[in-house]
């Protein structure tokens, strides 16, 4: 009589301890974005004593209201930067920055400023 082989079977816990540890490690981190989302890399007090800036009415480049957000402007060189800041929860919060050589940003918004 023709006999079947065994088949080999691997050991199950470690493998089922890879998949708890998977498990938690995904559990774990499903908070990430919302802790992401709440912390604030610059502050606006901190960019406000930090770095050389005028305060401008309207945002290059950006569509917000100024209830949800407001710019700064800077120019270093022949770079120009728009930072962009949303209000927050306790203080506004850096939310971006744009970059532009001076060229690049009058050619796109013009040689003249506009108070909305």
Do not use: N
């Not at 088949?7 to 470690?14: G, I, K, L, N």
């Not at 050389?52 to 100024?66: E, L, M, Q, S």
């Amino acid at each position: 009589m023709l006999e079947m082989p065994e088949m080999w079977t691997p050991p199950r816990a470690p493998f089922r301890r890879t998949c708890r540890l998977a498990v938690a490690l995904a559990l774990a981190a499903a908070p990430l974005p919302a802790l992401a989302e709440r912390a604030c890399f610059l502050s606006y007090a901190s960019f406000e004593e930090k770095v050389p800036h005028a305060d401008i009415d309207a945002c290059p480049g950006h569509a917000v209201k100024p209830d949800e957000a407001f710019c700064r402007i800077a120019v270093q060189g022949a770079d120009v930067f728009i930072y962009l800041f949303r209000h927050g929860d306790p203080e506004p919060c850096l939310a971006g920055v744009d970059r532009y050589t001076a060229g690049e940003f009058f050619a796109r918004f013009g040689t003249t400023y506009e108070k909305p």
